[in-house]
């Protein structure tokens, strides 16, 4: 995991030296308001969204007028709820996302569409079930567990809005186009991420 931060951080560098076309470094943050889509197995029940959060860093490397690449490694928090007749169940995970965007501005306006694929790296998962009797905790180093996939592929669409040169608005919807493991049950069901973000960015 460490090297693969290294080198996404590395690419990020390179990209900054090696640009032909005019390139600038931000930072981004914002709501996230995840949920997941069941697939097949034992997954009888409900679920709704565990609202969290993600922060990073951006490029935005001009092409041509009206487009860019704009690349991302973000710090994202996903997970669901779901009500059990034992209580609430809350799982909270924590990913490094590595969205590879390319942005699209509108009529020369402020308004660009953003798109792309993304790879996401699970990092850690905290599970916490509450009743009427007490609190149970747990937190999973996904390091040391084989019980989800520790790298996931997605794709991502949505827009910015550029308030001015240096501060926009944004809105996303992310998806997993895998399935987090392969053999679900009940204890461990077998879903893909889904994530609707707002947030706000700055550039330098």
Known sequence: MKKIIILA????????????????LGIK????????????????FKTKVNPGFNAGVTL????IKG????????????GYKAETVFGD?????????????????????GLNLVAGPQVSFLLSTKNKFENGIGTAEQEIIEDKSDRFKKSLVGGLIGFRYDINSQF???G???LDFQ????????ETPEFKNQVFSVGVGVKF
Do not use: M, V
């Not at 951080?9 to 600038?24: D, E, H, K, T, V």
């Not at 943050?29 to 009888?44: A, E, F, Q, V």
């Not at 487009?67 to 996903?78: D, G, H, I, N, Q």
């Not at 996302?97 to 390319?102: R, S, T, Y």
């Open 29 to 44: 943050g914002g709501l996230n308001l995840p949920n997941i889509i069941k697939d097949n197995g034992d997954n009888d």
């Open 60 to 63: 935005d490397i001009n092409l």
């Open 179 to 186: 399935k987090n493991n392969e053999d679900g049950s009940r």
């Open 9 to 24: 951080l590395g690419l990020f560098a390179a990209g900054a030296a090696n640009a032909q076309s005019p390139i600038r």
């Open 67 to 78: 487009l860019a690449f704009t690349p991302e490694l973000l710090y994202s928090t996903k």
């Open 89 to 109: 169940f809350t799982q909270t995970t924590s990913f490094i996302d590595l969205p590879i965007l390319a942005s699209i501005n509108i009529g020369g306006s």
């Open 172 to 174: 996303r919807y992310a």
């Open 168 to 170: 926009d608005i944004h």
